[in-house]
């Protein structure tokens, strides 16, 4: 399935250009980016990612009438509970670096530093469909920040079988293995699989 322009339902400027290096020419050809396409506050009101990249990018398609793509995500510790989880870009005001320091202080003196990122990324074609999918990366937590790519937790966050953070990583090699290209492969199986139609079983009536 081809896209010749393809909104992406996000205010992340990191988010964006990650996804504009992760999709490939033959899935999009016009990557654009919502703030420049207008104003719209969507309050993320549901408890999982899944709900809250639909409603996302369900809202942007209506206002918008373009195909628009979102994504929720978050950083998931088992020290935490599994948590912070769908509140990990809300769970403190301010900053990426007060966040991280949210985190190393919740995490201090604990043994058990597994971690994961979720993405949920919800496509949406205004009138007709939205298709959910979710991918994930699986890691461990640093005991200190590293690198200067990336936003987010990236700086604090070892992906299994790399000795240094989403932050020190080449973009083009987190761009491949993390939990949204995890997603988006999923998308792209699904789209390839089962075409536009609207009567695919993952995809739910707008």
Not at 113 to 125: D, E, K, N, Y
Not at 140 to 148: D, I, K, Y
């Amino acid at each position: 399935m081809f896209f010749e322009t393809l909104l992406l339902a996000t205010g992340n400027r990191g988010k964006y250009e990650e996804f504009r290096a992760m999709l490939p020419d033959s899935f999009v050809g016009r990557l654009l980016f919502a703030p420049e396409v207008g104003a719209l506050v969507v309050d993320e009101t549901g408890d999982t990612y899944a709900v809250n990249a639909m409603l996302k990018a369900r809202a942007w398609a209506r206002a918008s009438g373009l195909p628009s793509l979102a994504d929720d995500s978050g950083l998931e510790v088992a020290a935490l509970e599994w948590g912070p989880g769908v509140r990990s870009a809300r769970i403190v005001e301010g900053t990426d670096e007060d966040r991280n320091r949210w985190l190393l202080g919740g995490m201090a003196g604990r043994k058990d530093r597994r971690a994961r990122f979720v993405a949920a990324l919800a496509l949406s074609i205004p009138g007709a469909w939205t298709l959910v999918c979710e991918g994930d990366c699986p890691g461990r937590l640093a005991e200190h920040p590293s690198g200067e790519g990336g936003f987010g937790y990236d700086p604090l966050f070892l992906p299994d079988g790399f000795d240094v953070s989403f932050a020190a990583l080449p973009a083009a090699v987190k761009n491949a293995i993390s939990h949204r290209a995890a997603a988006l492969r999923v998308l792209q199986e699904l789209l390839s699989c089962e075409g536009s139609s609207g009567d695919s079983p993952h995809a739910v009536d707008v």
